[in-house]
């Protein structure tokens, strides 16, 4: 294997855990990242570069919805292909990270028909790779909106991922010819921090930490509690790899990504004016209009069980407050 020179990261980039980085040095693995374009592919592929700095472009194969080359925010470029092109890659041993998915919003640009169609069309391109080439470790993102129900017409989204859950633990499980299966890791995430977020006003606190760049006040638009429980993106990638190369344990199916603690939006909305320097700044929010809360969070043990495993310390809220405000500019 060739020597890598191996730099400590700057603070205000991502890295693996230094376990989890000198497994995944060690382990002459290539990566495949579909979704790299997104908030999660973008974090994975910067976690990535930290660990094979000058190998990244030969290790590391990129996929997104087009055509394109980023440069990360080390100033090293790396190519992004379409992912209709996934079928065409040779690959020797790798670790899979699935993040490529048409998110929420497009059901109301697309329709619910087509949207449905869009997403079996990925899950399908996805699930001929990984029957082609067997990886040894899967990451696909999951979502807890599979608990919002099962009719595709009112959430089609939860249903598509419901779906992509049965059909990646089929893949896995099946009959390999007397070969591991590989080891998978599909969490379902409910609420995330961190460097990449993406179209922040469609996040709380994407939208709190706006509102507290503007000079405030902050603006809360539910008039009825709303419960959520956050974890930083780098902990989340973390794990998965720390449980796709590691020793230890794998989960044994689908598993809830929940953070530290829940916290109503209205103390996040203090906390995080507190933690960026603007303690009491105004929030404004109408009264509560004593409907049921609206709690959006997972049962978070699995995930802290699988972090002391791996040697993945997560990081507090207010730490994910600071890291999410640091990449908006804040």
């Known amino acids: 294997m060739p020597s890598v020179t191996h730099q400590s990261t700057p ?37 990535l570069e930290s660990t094979f700095a000058g190998r990244t472009g030969a290790r590391v194969h990129a996929f997104g919805s087009s055509r394109r080359t980023i440069t990360l925010r080390s100033g090293r470029q790396l190519d992004i292909h379409p992912l209709a092109e996934l079928s065409e890659l040779t690959v020797g041993a790798h ?14 640009r697309l329709g619910v028909e087509a949207y449905v169609v869009r997403n079996r069309e990925i899950t399908a391109l996805v699930a001929d790779q990984l029957l082609r080439t067997e990886p040894v470790g899967l990451f696909a993102i999951s979502s807890g909106a599979v608990y919002l129900g099962d009719n595709p017409s009112t959430n089609p989204y939860g249903v598509l991922k419901a779906e992509d859950e049965r059909l990646f633990l089929e893949l896995a499980r099946r009959d390999r010819r007397a070969r591991y299966a590989p080891r998978i890791v599909i969490p379902r995430l409910f609420n995330l ?5 993406n179209k922040p006003d469609r996040y709380v606190l994407g939208s709190v930490i706006e509102d507290i760049g503007r000079g405030g006040p902050i603006r809360l638009t539910a008039s009825r509690p709303v419960v959520r429980s956050y974890v930083h993106v780098a902990d989340l990638i973390d794990i998965a790899f720390g449980a796709m190369v590691g020793e230890g344990p794998v989960p044994d199916g689908p598993f809830d990504a929940a953070g530290e603690r829940e916290i109503e939006v209205g103390e996040l909305a203090e906390l995080a004016a507190s ?52 990449f908006m500019g804040l």
């Open 193 to 197: 921090a961190g460097p990449f977020l």
């Open 275 to 326: 933690v960026l320097g603007q303690p009491g700044m105004a929030i404004e929010r109408p009264p509560f209009d004593g409907t049921a809360p609206d709690r959006y969070v997972g049962d978070p043990m699995k995930l802290r069980s699988l972090a002391a495993a791996h040697g993945v310390d997560l990081k507090p809220l207010s730490r994910q407050i600071e890291d999410t405000a640091r």
């Open 11 to 47: 603070p205000d980039r991502l890295a693996f855990s230094p376990p989890v980085a000198a497994r995944l040095r060690e382990s002459d693995l290539d990566v495949i990242v579909t979704g790299g374009g997104g908030w999660l592919g973008q974090a994975t592929l910067e976690m």
């Open 95 to 108: 670790l899979f990270a699935h993040y490529a998915f048409a998110t929420r919003e497009f059901v109301s």
